[in-house]
T-cell receptor, first 111, second 112 residues
Framework: QQQVKQSPQSLIVQKGGISIINCAYE??????FPWYQQFPGKGPALLIAIRPDVSEKKEGRFTISFNKSAKQFSLHIMDSQPGDSATYFC??????????FGSGTQLTVLP | NAGVTQTPKFQVLKTGQSMTLQCAQDMNHEYMSWYRQDPGMGLRLIHY???????DQGEVPNGYNVSRSTTEDFPLRLLSAAPSQTSVYFC???????????FGSGTRLTVV
């Protein structure tokens, strides 16, 4: 059973545009929602994370929007750059337990 | 400070062979995990450990064994390799369970 569903599978955006990746979860006990960024040949790296008592968190050009009632959260990348081209994973965990990952989104930002 | 170190980076095995994927961290993290990454399936948890001497199964544990004799090391053993175990394997560690995991650079395993 896939507890975290991620879409789209791939995304192509022009430089300077906004990239939006969406995730939905099923388990209301999840209390931590991170996003990871992965470049080819590298391991995933923590990008930004949010807890369900906050509706939005912004770090530079990256913003997480969180909708607790809809059980959805999304990553917005403003002013997307070619260097942002990577695979992005959403994830969720509860009470400090192990992460459950979404299936990933391959983002390509065209110059 | 090397972070999480995985060896080898690449490995080709024949069906039925056994091997150990090594993982070491120098951050004194209590939590360590092994994930496998397959196209379109994200990262799936194989085994994890919450401290030396304590391990537990994740989502896809069959065909894999782990042990944790020290805080630093968390090796993953493939008992009898199968083509279905062809994947990229990632080790990760964290000070606080699901929060803020640091990943290694991965081991790409091919079973023929």
């Amino acid at each position: 059973q896939q507890q975290v569903k991620q879409s789209p599978q791939s995304l192509i955006v022009q430089k300077g545009g906004i990239s939006i990746i969406n995730c939905a979860y099923e388990n209301t006990a999840f209390d931590y929602f991170p996003w990871y960024q992965q470049f080819p040949g590298k391991g995933p790296a923590l990008l930004i994370a949010i807890r369900p008592d906050v509706s939005e968190k912004k770090e530079g050009r990256f913003t997480i929007s969180f909708n607790k009632s809809a059980k959805q959260f999304s990553l917005h990348i403003m002013d997307s750059q070619p260097g942002d081209s990577a695979t992005y994973f959403c994830a969720a965990s509860m009470m400090g337990r192990q992460l459950t990952f979404g299936s990933g989104t391959q983002l390509t930002v065209l110059p | 400070n090397a972070g999480v170190t995985q060896t080898p980076k690449f490995q080709v095995l024949k069906t039925g062979q056994s091997m150990t994927l090594q993982c070491a961290q120098d951050m004194n993290h209590e939590y360590m995990s092994w994930y496998r990454q397959d196209p379109g399936m994200g990262l799936r948890l194989i085994h994890y450990s919450v401290g030396a001497g304590i391990t537990d199964q994740g989502e896809v544990p069959n065909g894999y064994n782990v042990s944790r004799s020290t805080t630093e090391d968390f090796p993953l053993r493939l008992l009898s390799a199968a083509p279905s175990q062809t994947s990229v394997y990632f080790c990760a560690s964290s000070l606080q369970g699901g929060y803020g995991y640091t990943f290694g650079s991965g081991t790409r395993l091919t079973v023929v």
